[in-house]
């Protein structure tokens, strides 16, 4: 699967060469060449962070979902092929991280972020200001109320701007079991952010 | 008026229909939900946009964090070169590992315990005897009933034909008499009174052959199969053999 619509585009005639690149990598860790992989951490650690940020909800979490990320891959590396792209690969493993990762706080549940409000438009008023803040913590506990195929599946379409074929892909799901995690992830949203609304 | 579903309005709020604008347009209750739905997803998209990149160094975190766990593989896709175990010794790996093993040694208890039970049933059985009366005498006395039988036989004919070598018949009722004072003590105890009524006129028997002089005369032979009716002996001596045989094979199933 190519991935159209990514947040951070690049040239075609790079993308191509990186391509290039990436296969070179894969083929020199395969022949013995352990810090070839660094190549490929470098060059896709930002895409992943940015997906497991929107998924998880914050830094740490995103970050630790890149090591694991790049941690799988390396070890699953003899299954790639390299005919295939490297970066939609490795994205994918970055998906997968992602909901274990909320499976995991889920079955730990902790701060993890949600406990205090933060606020996010430091140029407003006092009264603004704290509506703001409230209104982002409330968003972070509707998103942790989701499952994490829901989260994922929202996070993945409407943030990462993914069609609803390629979240069922990612995801390996049908893409009527996409639509509908999508779905149920906007209504329990809606029904969670709704007060809210109101108020502000 | 037919409201939209929230689906409907869900579909909507990313791709304006124009023919179905004039409903929304005409309805408060609608257009107010399709709102939300409107303001939930551009609160989405202007989260994703602002999304944070990652802090600075992140790359070489990962790397540094990733490096020493990274196994070097072999020429082509062969297998690594370390060891086939190292993967198990990852924290999440050993976690799997150890509930396998556990899973193992559980069930490897499991199916020898099954094995020993199995392979110990008769040895069960024998120790569970005195809680059900007759089973020891059941399990022992078989043989000395198939024994005595032929002994009786064997005096049987020889009062029909009037003639015995008593010297042989003497040794084995000798044989049979001490064996029989025994197992008629132990079906008194274990409260078997039919074997044990059995036992009790066989015992008189083979206290007469075992002293009757070395020639046995058809006239001594006819008496003793008068007096203790040994045809009625040997019937009922076969009736509770197989009573004890059907026991047996009862308790076998």
Redesign the interface.
Known sequence: MQLSGR?EPRPVSTLQLMDSTDRECVEA????D?DA??DL??RY??IV??AA??ITGN?AD??EV??DT??RG??Q??NFELRADFGTWIYRIGVNCSIDLLRKRKRQPGPAGDALPRAVDTAAGPERLLLSAELDWK?RTAMARLTEVEAAA?SLR????RSMNEVAELLAISLGSAKQAV?RA??K??RE??PL?VKQ | MKHFSDEELYVLSQSAESSREGHLRECPECLARYQEFVALLESAAARAAGTPGPAPGLEDRVWMAIHPSLPVYGAGREAPRTSGLFHLWRPRRLAWTGAFAALVVVGTAFWAGRLFERRHAASNLALEAPAQPGRVVLLVVREHLDRSERLLVELDHAGRFARAESGPLAREASDLLEDNRLYRQTAVASKDPALAEVLDRLDRVLVEVAHEPAALQGSDLARMREQMNLDGLLFELRVVRDRQNKTEKDSRL
């Not at chain 1, 860790?29 to 013995?32: D, F, K, M, P």
Request: charged share 30%; proline share 2%.
């Open positions: 947040p860790v395969l022949n013995g352990r992989y660094r951490v470098f650690s930002g962070f940015r940020r929107r830094d995103a970050e890149v090591q790049f941690l390396y070890l590396i003899r968003r929202f409407h943030m990462e701007d779905f906007v209504q949203l809606r952010m709704a609304k």
